[in-house]
């Protein structure tokens, strides 16, 4: 049997893992928006965290081809493992 997860575990769930399943680009463009938010709250002070936000943002942005709708594997790859690569960026240790 199939079990959902419980709607606690989908709070505390990164976007990367609740956009399982959806396609490639609406996954990374999910994420780009989470990151983009997380680094516009940031205090001014948390410089690390804010300067691997913004690389990992100005990284996809290169990534992103200018037209969605013929995206080529390669770049694809490349898309996914950024996900990986930026799966818990931005999220707290609590």
Aim: charged share 15%; proline share 6%.
């Amino acid at each position: 049997m199939l079990r959902m997860p419980s709607s606690s575990s989908i709070a505390a769930m990164n976007s990367t893992d609740a956009t399982i399943g959806q396609p490639i680009i609406q996954r990374v463009q999910t994420r780009h928006r989470e990151l983009s938010n997380i680094l516009a709250t940031l205090p001014p002070e948390n410089d690390t965290v804010r300067s691997a936000i913004q690389l990992a943002l100005d990284t996809v942005a290169g990534l992103i081809p200018g037209d969605l709708s013929t995206v080529p594997s390669t770049v694809m790859g490349d898309l996914n493992q950024w996900l990986e690569d930026n799966k818990y960026l931005g999220q707290s240790a609590e």
